[in-house]
């Protein structure tokens, strides 16, 4: 029997078919492996100091508009509260990143917290003293023998060094977020952030003609608030992390304060995911105070350098006070631009 020969087909793939098929397989293996590998070794947890609101607008915009990913930064966002402290959380190893007074951060810095300063947002200290006109307190010398509302100690460092200075005998009082202590009388004067408690008393029925007000800006004793902080650790083991995390918060930044109503519709729903109570018309007063402090001094560019002056003065006030007992370097604290 004659056997049947059987010849096997070689098939030799064209080069237009070669293309195609090469550039099938990058897709599906992209699919798989991009962004999540891309991610993979840049995701930081970014600690910020409360709930969402208009305070974190430049972050929050930085993520929602893709600015991060083109960082090649994957960034969650763990935010703050009551009981929760983002200096403690770095310390923790629960956060790689947190936003932080400069004040707080120096005397955590003091406290054996590793702390280093990457990049200072904000320039103007938001925190002021509100009393109302008919309490007949005109000046800061008039408030010796008061009584001030704050909300713990964290916010007293500034007036502690104010009333230290002025020789004024002051006792603080815990206050409420509704301010009806102070409202009803029961408070000579109140601790308020600019953006924040202060729009709350005008919607709450106080005037601002009604009411003093005194900025520790104004008083020499300009400790900005909100500046980027991390361990000299995490620094040290990925100073590119760092710095892309800053440059990448300037652009939200940016972003946010060009398109405010954008903004705040993003703010608002963030924060109704959280469960937590927002207000269309103050979020926006927020935003734009947010911008009065950041962009300071008629600045048109963000800034993240922290000012030397700004630092030296509050080291000189937290020594003074004994808050801290330890001298503090300008170039071992601030690992961002400087000025």
Not at 24 to 48: C, D, Q, R
Not at 231 to 252: F, M, N, Q, R
Request: glycine share 6%; aromatic share 12%; with cysteine.
């Amino acid at each position: 029997m004659q056997r049947e020969t059987r010849m096997k087909k070689h098939f030799i793939l064209s080069p237009r078919h070669s293309f195609y098929l090469s550039f099938l397989l990058l897709t599906v293996i992209a699919s798989f492996f991009g962004p999540s590998a891309a991610h993979a070794n840049e995701k930081v947890k970014l600690a910020l100091q409360w709930y969402p609101q208009a305070q974190f607008a430049g972050y929050y915009m930085a993520k929602e508009k893709g600015i991060f990913d083109r960082y090649n930064l994957y960034v969650e966002f763990i935010h703050g509260g009551a009981d929760t402290d983002s200096l403690i959380l770095l310390r923790e190893g629960k956060a790689d990143y947190g936003t932080a007074f400069l004040s707080t951060a120096m005397e955590q810095r003091c406290n054996g917290i590793a702390l280093v300063n990457i990049g200072q947002i904000v320039h103007r200290s938001a925190l002021m003293l509100i009393t109302r006109k008919d309490s007949g307190i005109k000046t800061i010398k008039d408030l010796d023998g008061a009584r001030v509302g704050t909300w713990g100690t964290k916010f007293q460092l500034q007036p502690t060094a104010l009333f230290y200075r002025e020789n004024l005998d002051v006792t603080f009082v815990r206050q409420s977020p509704s301010f009806e202590l102070f409202m009803r009388g029961g408070l000579d004067a109140a601790l308020a952030m600019w953006y924040n408690e202060y729009h709350r008393l005008i919607a709450y029925g106080l005037n601002p003609e009604e009411m003093t007000t005194f900025f520790f800006s104004d008083l020499d004793l300009n400790q900005p608030e909100d500046g980027i902080y991390c361990l000299e650790s995490t620094l040290a083991a990925s100073p590119e992390t760092a710095d892309a995390l800053v440059k990448a918060s300037v652009e939200g930044w940016e972003y946010a304060f060009a398109h405010p109503e954008e903004t705040v519709d993003t703010i608002l729903r963030i924060m109704k995911e959280a469960n937590i109570r927002a207000n269309r018309a103050h979020q926006a007063w927020m935003l734009a105070r947010m911008q009065n402090i950041i962009l300071a001094e008629g600045q048109t560019q963000l800034s993240t350098a922290l000012d030397q002056s700004d630092f030296e003065k509050t080291k000189k006030a937290l020594l003074t006070t004994g808050v801290i007992e330890n001298d503090i370097s300008y170039n071992d604290f601030h690992r961002g631009p400087t000025q």
